[in-house]
């Protein structure tokens, strides 16, 4: 089974940095697109950023300029550097990847358990 495991959460002040790590750890054939997504108490869970395996990478409006998205292939991880953080950043961010497992094989789609991002002075 294909594990995701995440890091970088925690606590920081407005206008401060964090930087969000996913590794895609198990047996599995290739990586086509990596992705983060957050998801605020009482709100819809929503797309921040996602990058393909051709490098394509797209964001949200309310994080361009802020947030870079980033992928080591070497690694099988995903990051997202996290600048000039705000309040209203604050919520569970998850990974999620698709993958497939095997030469030829099926798409499927992964998620991490989630980190928790806390934007507050």
């Known amino acids: 089974q294909v594990q995701l495991v995440e890091s970088g959460g925690g606590l920081v002040q407005p206008g401060g940095s964090l930087r969000l790590s996913c590794a895609a750890s198990?047996?599995?054939?290739?990586?086509?697109?990596m992705g983060w997504y957050r998801q605020a108490p009482g709100k819809q869970r929503e797309l921040v950023a996602g990058?393909?395996?051709?490098?394509?990478?797209n964001y949200a409006d309310s994080v361009k300029g802020r947030f870079t998205i980033s992928r080591d292939y070497s690694k099988n991880t995903v990051y997202l550097q996290m600048n000039s953080l705000k309040p209203e950043d604050t919520a569970v961010y998850y990974c999620?990847?698709?993958?497939?497992?095997?030469?030829?094989?099926?798409?499927?789609?992964?998620w991490g358990q989630g980190t928790q991002v806390t934007v507050s002075s």
């Open positions: 999620n990847v698709n993958l497939s497992q095997r030469f030829a094989g099926a798409r499927d789609n992964y």
């Open positions: 198990g047996i599995f054939y290739r990586i086509y697109h």
């Open positions: 990058i393909t395996s051709g490098a394509s990478t």
